[in-house]
Nanobody, 125 residues
Framework: QVHLAESGGGSVQSGGSLRLSCLVS????????MGWFRQVPGKEREFVAA????????KYADSAKGRFFISRDSAKNTFYLQMDNLTPEDTAIYYC??????????????????WGQGTQVTVSS
């Protein structure tokens, strides 16, 4: 059983930075994917970024490119989302997730098998 625990959310002003962490417990395999999604009330959960556990290949939503950076530390069983130059539009609950294997669309929430509890990110203008 895989368990995910996020940390690092909070409140910042526009232009600020935050780093989210996701500690993974349980068995993770090379092809597995670590992803970050976010959700605001009344909207669907949207893809932010993903990284393969076995390597450095990464994917980003257009809204995240150039501002967010996803990474993983296999020795610590943790992956991260560094968020810079935040704007009020980034305000959301952020979730980390694990996709077992390579099934489905890496950018679709429905391809992911395990989820964290979510952490609130609030950006004020």
């Amino acid at each position: 059983q895989v368990h995910l625990a996020e940390s690092g959310g909070g409140s910042v002003q526009s232009g600020g930075s935050l780093r989210l962490s996701c500690l993974v417990s349980g068995r993770i395999h090379g092809p597995d994917t670590m992803g970050w999604f976010r959700q605001v009330p009344g909207k669907e959960r949207e893809f932010v970024a993903a990284v393969y556990w076995s390597g450095s290949d990464t994917k980003y939503a257009d809204s995240a490119k150039g501002r967010f950076f996803i990474s993983r530390d296999s020795a610590k069983n943790t992956f991260y989302l560094q968020m810079d130059n935040l704007t009020p539009e980034d305000t959301a609950i952020y979730y980390c997730a694990v996709r077992n294997g390579l099934k489905g669309d890496i950018k679709s929430q429905w391809a992911y098998d395990h989820w964290g509890q979510g952490t609130q990110v609030t950006v004020s203008s």
